[in-house]
Each structure stands twice: as structure tokens, then as C-alpha cells.
């Protein structure tokens, strides 16, 4: 049976109390430190398996009335990586996609606090993501004429929701997800600019001790809901949670994040393109995806495996609305994402 949507408690300042135990939960709000350092074990094996188990990433994800974009930095143990695609909305294909594989430290570095900074330079790509109080920028470049340059700003819109959750046979992570944040900018290539003045954007910044294999399926939405209000939500299965743990589910809408129940999805991993459904047992999340393009990544470098299927596309449907009762989407862009990792 569906829980009616409540509110979450305030963040802690770090992602471990004065103790150096793990403040685990789902909050509302920002940590200022996601720092794990404190639970490497002693003596130089302990710092290199500490090393080898960190993972920390930024993820920026912004939909105009023309364009929609994705793009991660991500430092993943001895492995680091980034990419960016572009659709063109009317046309329903891929005006972009670039990638680049490296090392961390070298090619990309993420800072350890939300919103501390991100930067890639590496295969024909450099992005930049920075962060002040409440609102974010991304400038990027690539090969044939690649520009962007994106701001978002959460003024008026929904506070971001923050989970450290527990994670089996590793340690710790933390997410904070946004939504809801206005869109301003331009994402230029071929002579060709593609405004997204007026849309709406999210991001995602992870940090944690994450297992050996990790997988998960993703949906992430933001817009506007009827009335004008800035909304956007977050729905996750697997990333070591057990069947049924709704820690990452929530509503970001009005004052700030509302936990969700638990869903499932329904998709075909071999055809992405095909509709997608994510929904809760008792039915006060039923949603429908309709993709419009996909961005693969099938890496294999060494001891490093990472395949994923990332689709853009809209969300039409119901979630449990703020004061009660149902609240309706239509045409709410956002991405749905099946991810396999061995790292």
C-alpha cells in the first residue's frame, strides 16, 4: 500500500557525524562535505582500496522547447570518464555525442561537496560545471563547433533532496538530486544554436564507497506542472538497495522534497526506444515514458566495465501530490536509464 508523501528532515552538515558514523537517511537539503577519507582503513593497502572503491560524480541534465541535453564527470577509482549528448527535440534525433575516457585527477576531477565543481579535458571534450547558492553553470567544448553554455537557477523552485544510504560489502554513498531549477542558455554545433531559454534542468552529484558490481534502473523528471509550478521527482531501483527500499524516491515540488514509494520498472533492455512504465504497487505512481532518442556507452577498459542505456523522452502520468491527492504530468521532460557497472 502507498504512503502518502511526507516531508524529510534537514540534512546533516557532512556525510558522517563527529564520530565518523555514517548519517544515514533521506534529508532535505545539502551536505557541505561528502569527505570518506575518515573510513579508509589504516596503512597503505586501506588508502589504496579506499581509493580503488570511490566513486564520485556530476550529472547535468537540462530540456528546452528545441533541445535537451545530458552530460556526467565522473571519477570512478583508478578510471574516469565524461559525456555529453545533445538532441535536437523537433527532429527526434542526436545532433551530438561525445565521450572520453581517462584518469582521475588527470582528465576529470569532481570536488568532494555538492556543487563544489567538476571539470573534463580529454577526446575532443572539456566541460566545466561550477556551483554557487542555489543555482549552477556548465560550459562546455567540442570537436565540429561543439559550444555550450548553461545556467540553472533553483530560485522559486523546489529544495534538493539528499540520501546517504548504506551500501553492501562497500561503504557509504551519498546522492543529492535538483529539479525544478530554470533553464537559461545555448548549446551551438554546425552553424546551428539551439536555445534552452525558458526549460527546465536538474543535476545529480554522487560520492560514496560503491560496490564491486553496481547496476540500477533511473528516472528523473523536471518541468512544470499545471499550474506554472516548477516540479521535477526522482525514482530509482537497485544501486545496492534492497528490493523495495525507496530511499532515493521522492517529489521535488514546492518547498522541498517528499519522500515516494517504492516502484518498478517495466522496459525492454534490448529496445530502449520502446516505451518504459515506473510505478508503485499501490498505484499512486503510475507513469509512462515515451523516449524520443538514446545514448549508449559500452566501455571495457581493463578491470573497468560500465554499460548503459540513457533515454530522453517525457513523462505523462501521476504522482501523489504535496497537500494529498493526485498530481498530474504531461509532456514533463526527463530520462530513464538501465546501468550496469563493474568498477
Known amino acids: 500500500m502507498d504512503l502518502a508523501p511526507r516531508p524529510l528532515p534537514a540534512a546533516p552538515p557532512a556525510i ?40 564520485r560524480w556530476v550529472y547535468v541534465f537540462a530540456a528546452g522547447e528545441r533541445a535537451a541535453l545530458g552530460l556526467a564527470v565522473v571519477e ?21 555525442e561525445r565521450r572520453g575516457s581517462g ?16 571539470t573534463w579535458r580529454g577526446g575532443g571534450l572539456e566541460l566545466r560545471v561550477t556551483g554557487a547558492p542555489g543555482a549552477l553553470r556548465v560550459e562546455g567544448a567540442g570537436r565540429a563547433g561543439l559550444a555550450l553554455d548553461l545556467s540553472l537557477d533553483a530560485a522559486g523552485g523546489p529544495g534538493p533532496l539528499t540520501v546517504i544510504a548504506p551500501v553492501p560489502g562497500a561503504g557509504p554513498r551519498l546522492t543529492e538530486k535538483r529539479a525544478g531549477m530554470a533553464a537559461r542558455g545555448a548549446v551551438r554545433l554546425g552553424g546551428r544554436s539551439l536555445a534552452l531559454d525558458g526549460g527546465s534542468g536538474g543535476a545529480d552529484f554522487t560520492a560514496g564507497l560503491l560496490a564491486r558490481r ?34 532515493e524516491n521522492a517529489l521535488l515540488a514546492g518547498d522541498g522534497p517528499l519522500a515516494l514509494p517504492a516502484v518498478a520498472f517495466a522496459f525492454d533492455p534490448a529496445r530502449p526506444l520502446a516505451p518504459w512504465r515506473v510505478e508503485s504497487a499501490g ?13 549508449r556507452e559500452d566501455v571495457a577498459l581493463g578491470v573497468v566495465r560500465t554499460r548503459f542505456a540513457q533515454v530522453a523522452g517525457t513523462f505523462e502520468g501521476v504522482l501523489p501530490a504535496p497537500g494529498g491527492g493526485a498530481l498530474a504530468v504531461a509532456g514533463l521532460p526527463g530520462v530513464v536509464e538501465d546501468h550496469r557497472a563493474v568498477w
Do not use: I, Q
Request: charged content about 15%.
Open 16 to 55: 558522517l557525524d563527529a564520530a565518523g558514523v555514517p548519517c544515514l537517511g533521506a534529508y532535505h537539503g545539502t551536505v557541505a562535505s561528502a569527505a570518506l577519507r575518515p573510513l579508509a582503513p589504516p596503512g597503505l593497502a586501506g588508502s589504496v582500496a579506499h581509493l580503488a572503491r570511490a566513486k
Open 76 to 96: 570512478a577509482g583508478w578510471f574516469a570518464g565524461a559525456f555529453l549528448w545533445v538532441l535536437d527535440r523537433a527532429a527526434g534525433r542526436m545532433l551530438a
Open 103 to 118: 584518469l582521475p585527477g588527470v582528465n576529470a576531477r569532481v570536488e568532494e561537496r555538492p556543487w563544489g565543481g567538476a
Open 214 to 247: 553496481t547496476d540500477w534502473r533511473w528516472a528523473f523528471g523536471t518541468g512544470l506542472a499545471a499550474d506554472g509550478a516548477a516540479v521535477g521527482f526522482n525514482l530509482c531501483a537497485g544501486f545496492g538497495l534492497p528490493p523495495g527500499d525507496a530511499a
Open 283 to 295: 498505484g499512486a505512481v503510475r507513469l509512462a515514458f515515451r523516449p524520443e532518442a538514446v545514448h
